[in-house]
Protein backbone atom coordinates (compact mmCIF):
# COMPACT_ATOMS: atom_id res chain seq x y z
CA UNK A 1 0.00 0.00 0.00
CA UNK A 2 0.99 3.70 0.00
CA UNK A 3 3.36 4.70 2.31
CA UNK A 4 4.55 8.26 3.54
CA UNK A 5 7.93 8.98 4.78
CA UNK A 6 7.87 11.64 7.20
CA UNK A 7 10.89 13.71 8.76
CA UNK A 8 12.28 14.36 11.26
CA UNK A 9 11.00 12.45 13.65
CA UNK A 10 11.51 14.78 16.32
CA UNK A 11 13.26 18.26 16.90
CA UNK A 12 14.13 20.41 19.41
CA UNK A 13 14.43 24.01 18.76
CA UNK A 14 15.08 27.64 20.56
CA UNK A 15 12.01 30.16 20.37
CA UNK A 16 12.51 32.08 17.20
CA UNK A 17 14.34 29.46 15.25
CA UNK A 18 12.64 28.54 11.92
CA UNK A 19 12.06 24.84 11.30
CA UNK A 20 11.23 22.44 8.35
CA UNK A 21 9.56 19.07 7.96
CA UNK A 22 9.15 17.28 5.05
CA UNK A 23 7.05 14.09 3.77
CA UNK A 24 7.77 11.74 0.65
CA UNK A 25 5.60 9.00 -1.31
CA UNK A 26 6.65 5.77 -3.13
CA UNK A 27 3.21 6.63 -4.72
CA UNK A 28 1.47 10.11 -6.75
CA UNK A 29 -0.61 11.92 -4.30
CA UNK A 30 -3.54 14.78 -5.90
CA UNK A 31 -3.59 16.30 -2.38
CA UNK A 32 -1.26 16.70 0.39
CA UNK A 33 -2.34 18.25 3.56
CA UNK A 34 -0.56 19.31 6.71
CA UNK A 35 -2.41 19.13 10.41
CA UNK A 36 -0.98 19.77 13.72
CA UNK A 37 -1.82 17.55 17.26
CA UNK A 38 -1.83 19.38 20.39
CA UNK A 39 -1.09 17.84 23.15
CA UNK A 40 -4.14 16.18 24.34
CA UNK A 41 -6.18 17.00 21.42
CA UNK A 42 -6.55 15.54 18.03
CA UNK A 43 -5.32 16.44 14.75
CA UNK A 44 -5.96 19.90 13.24
CA UNK A 45 -5.99 20.90 9.51
CA UNK A 46 -3.24 23.66 8.94
CA UNK A 47 -2.56 23.77 5.11
CA UNK A 48 -4.02 21.76 2.50
CA UNK A 49 -2.20 22.00 -1.25
CA UNK A 50 -4.46 20.67 -4.53
CA UNK A 51 -1.65 21.37 -7.18
CA UNK A 52 1.67 20.59 -8.10
CA UNK A 53 4.46 22.94 -7.33
CA UNK A 54 1.75 24.94 -5.19
CA UNK A 55 3.10 26.98 -2.62
CA UNK A 56 0.79 28.40 0.52
CA UNK A 57 1.36 30.44 3.39
CA UNK A 58 -1.02 30.25 6.64
CA UNK A 59 0.78 32.80 8.68
CA UNK A 60 4.06 31.70 9.79
CA UNK A 61 3.66 28.48 7.64
CA UNK A 62 4.32 27.77 4.49
CA UNK A 63 3.44 24.22 2.52
CA UNK A 64 4.52 23.18 -0.81
CA UNK A 65 3.26 20.56 -3.11
CA UNK A 66 6.38 18.73 -5.00
CA UNK A 67 6.70 19.04 -8.93
CA UNK A 68 6.59 15.21 -8.83
CA UNK A 69 3.53 15.30 -6.72
CA UNK A 70 5.32 12.66 -4.13
CA UNK A 71 6.95 14.61 -1.90
CA UNK A 72 5.44 18.12 0.41
CA UNK A 73 7.22 20.12 2.88
CA UNK A 74 6.53 22.47 5.99
CA UNK A 75 8.30 25.43 6.81
CA UNK A 76 7.54 27.30 10.36
CA UNK A 77 9.02 30.69 10.96
CA UNK A 78 9.98 32.42 13.72
CA UNK A 79 9.11 29.74 15.81
CA UNK A 80 6.85 30.06 19.44
CA UNK A 81 6.05 28.21 22.22
CA UNK A 82 2.67 27.24 21.07
CA UNK A 83 4.09 25.61 18.06
CA UNK A 84 4.81 22.90 20.13
CA UNK A 85 2.78 19.36 18.83
CA UNK A 86 3.08 16.77 16.24
CA UNK A 87 2.85 17.48 12.66
CA UNK A 88 1.47 15.23 10.34
CA UNK A 89 1.50 15.13 6.69
CA UNK A 90 -1.45 13.04 5.07
CA UNK A 91 -2.05 12.49 1.00
CA UNK A 92 -4.94 11.80 -0.91
CA UNK A 93 -4.94 10.08 -3.93
CA UNK A 94 -6.93 11.52 -6.89
CA UNK A 95 -10.88 9.43 -6.33
CA UNK A 96 -9.97 7.60 -2.98
CA UNK A 97 -11.38 10.35 -0.04
CA UNK A 98 -8.95 8.08 2.66
CA UNK A 99 -5.96 9.80 3.66
CA UNK A 100 -2.50 7.76 4.06
CA UNK A 101 -0.83 9.88 7.21
CA UNK A 102 3.00 10.08 8.18
CA UNK A 103 4.22 8.95 11.26
CA UNK A 104 4.56 12.90 12.48
CA UNK A 105 7.15 15.35 13.36
CA UNK A 106 7.01 15.83 17.03
CA UNK A 107 8.44 19.17 17.72
CA UNK A 108 9.34 20.74 20.96
CA UNK A 109 10.47 24.76 21.69
CA UNK A 110 12.11 25.99 24.31
CA UNK A 111 11.52 29.42 25.40
CA UNK B 1 -20.93 23.44 14.17
CA UNK B 2 -19.86 21.73 17.48
CA UNK B 3 -17.04 19.49 15.38
CA UNK B 4 -16.49 15.83 15.83
CA UNK B 5 -18.13 15.06 19.26
CA UNK B 6 -15.91 11.96 21.08
CA UNK B 7 -16.63 10.24 24.07
CA UNK B 8 -15.78 9.86 26.90
CA UNK B 9 -12.15 11.72 27.11
CA UNK B 10 -10.56 9.25 29.51
CA UNK B 11 -11.77 5.88 30.48
CA UNK B 12 -9.93 3.06 32.39
CA UNK B 13 -11.12 -0.27 32.82
CA UNK B 14 -9.79 -3.26 33.78
CA UNK B 15 -8.69 -6.74 31.10
CA UNK B 16 -11.64 -8.23 30.28
CA UNK B 17 -14.14 -5.76 30.82
CA UNK B 18 -16.36 -4.13 27.47
CA UNK B 19 -15.11 -0.54 26.50
CA UNK B 20 -17.66 1.22 23.95
CA UNK B 21 -16.10 3.92 22.59
CA UNK B 22 -18.66 7.24 21.21
CA UNK B 23 -18.54 9.46 17.94
CA UNK B 24 -20.80 12.15 16.84
CA UNK B 25 -19.55 13.15 12.97
CA UNK B 26 -20.38 16.79 11.96
CA UNK B 27 -23.80 16.96 10.45
CA UNK B 28 -23.72 16.24 6.70
CA UNK B 29 -20.38 14.24 6.09
CA UNK B 30 -20.62 10.75 4.81
CA UNK B 31 -17.30 9.53 5.45
CA UNK B 32 -16.58 8.62 8.98
CA UNK B 33 -12.82 7.23 10.73
CA UNK B 34 -11.82 5.33 13.31
CA UNK B 35 -8.04 5.15 14.37
CA UNK B 36 -5.69 4.48 16.77
CA UNK B 37 -2.80 6.35 17.97
CA UNK B 38 0.28 4.87 20.03
CA UNK B 39 3.60 5.88 20.62
CA UNK B 40 4.53 2.97 18.52
CA UNK B 41 2.68 2.81 15.45
CA UNK B 42 1.52 6.72 15.56
CA UNK B 43 -1.95 6.78 13.77
CA UNK B 44 -3.63 3.57 12.52
CA UNK B 45 -6.89 3.59 10.89
CA UNK B 46 -8.87 0.85 12.40
CA UNK B 47 -12.48 1.11 9.66
CA UNK B 48 -14.21 3.24 7.95
CA UNK B 49 -17.49 4.28 6.87
CA UNK B 50 -19.23 5.80 4.05
CA UNK B 51 -23.22 6.71 4.07
CA UNK B 52 -23.24 4.29 7.32
CA UNK B 53 -21.81 1.33 5.59
CA UNK B 54 -18.50 -0.22 6.73
CA UNK B 55 -16.20 -0.06 3.22
CA UNK B 56 -12.42 -1.18 4.90
CA UNK B 57 -12.35 -2.65 8.68
CA UNK B 58 -8.71 -4.54 7.23
CA UNK B 59 -7.26 -2.14 10.25
CA UNK B 60 -9.22 -3.51 13.13
CA UNK B 61 -6.78 -5.73 15.18
CA UNK B 62 -8.68 -8.61 15.94
CA UNK B 63 -12.11 -10.36 16.54
CA UNK B 64 -12.29 -8.26 19.85
CA UNK B 65 -12.67 -5.35 18.11
CA UNK B 66 -16.56 -4.28 16.21
CA UNK B 67 -17.56 -1.01 15.24
CA UNK B 68 -21.02 0.08 14.33
CA UNK B 69 -22.15 3.00 12.46
CA UNK B 70 -26.76 2.58 13.41
CA UNK B 71 -27.23 6.19 11.39
CA UNK B 72 -25.88 9.39 10.34
CA UNK B 73 -25.11 10.82 13.48
CA UNK B 74 -23.64 8.16 15.80
CA UNK B 75 -20.67 5.67 15.75
CA UNK B 76 -19.38 2.94 18.55
CA UNK B 77 -16.29 1.46 18.83
CA UNK B 78 -16.49 -1.42 20.60
CA UNK B 79 -13.65 -3.88 22.41
CA UNK B 80 -14.61 -7.36 23.80
CA UNK B 81 -12.81 -8.68 26.17
CA UNK B 82 -10.48 -5.14 26.49
CA UNK B 83 -6.56 -6.37 27.23
CA UNK B 84 -4.15 -4.13 28.34
CA UNK B 85 -2.23 -3.53 25.13
CA UNK B 86 -5.03 -2.00 23.57
CA UNK B 87 -4.57 1.03 25.72
CA UNK B 88 -4.25 3.96 23.21
CA UNK B 89 -5.75 7.07 22.37
CA UNK B 90 -8.41 6.75 20.27
CA UNK B 91 -10.05 9.44 17.55
CA UNK B 92 -13.02 9.42 15.35
CA UNK B 93 -13.00 11.79 12.43
CA UNK B 94 -15.19 12.56 9.77
CA UNK B 95 -15.11 14.05 6.09
CA UNK B 96 -17.01 14.92 3.08
CA UNK B 97 -16.52 12.77 -0.15
CA UNK B 98 -15.33 15.87 -1.65
CA UNK B 99 -11.26 15.17 -2.67
CA UNK B 100 -9.08 17.63 -1.28
CA UNK B 101 -11.54 18.45 1.85
CA UNK B 102 -9.32 16.62 4.87
CA UNK B 103 -10.82 15.09 8.11
CA UNK B 104 -11.84 16.60 10.71
CA UNK B 105 -10.94 14.79 13.98
CA UNK B 106 -12.56 14.43 17.45
CA UNK B 107 -10.47 15.42 20.64
CA UNK B 108 -10.00 11.25 21.35
CA UNK B 109 -11.03 8.91 24.05
CA UNK B 110 -7.77 8.13 26.05
CA UNK B 111 -7.90 4.09 27.00
CA UNK B 112 -6.13 2.90 29.68
CA UNK B 113 -7.12 -0.90 30.44
CA UNK B 114 -5.26 -2.20 33.27
Known amino acids: GQQLNQSPQSMFIQEGEDVSMNCTSS?????WLWYKQDPGEGPVLLIA?????ELTSNGRLTAQFGITRKDSFLNISASIPSDVGIYFC???????????FGKGTLLTVNP | DAGVIQSPRHEVTEMGQEVTLRCKPI?????LFWYRQTMMRGLELLIY????????DSGMPEDRFSAKMPNASFSTLKIQPSEPRDSAVYFC????????????FGSGTRLTVV
Open chain 2, 93 to 104: ASSLSRVGYGYT
Open chain 1, 27 to 31: SIFNT
Open chain 1, 49 to 53: LYKAG
Open chain 1, 90 to 100: AGQGRSNYKLT
Open chain 2, 27 to 31: SGHDY
Open chain 2, 49 to 56: FNNNVPID
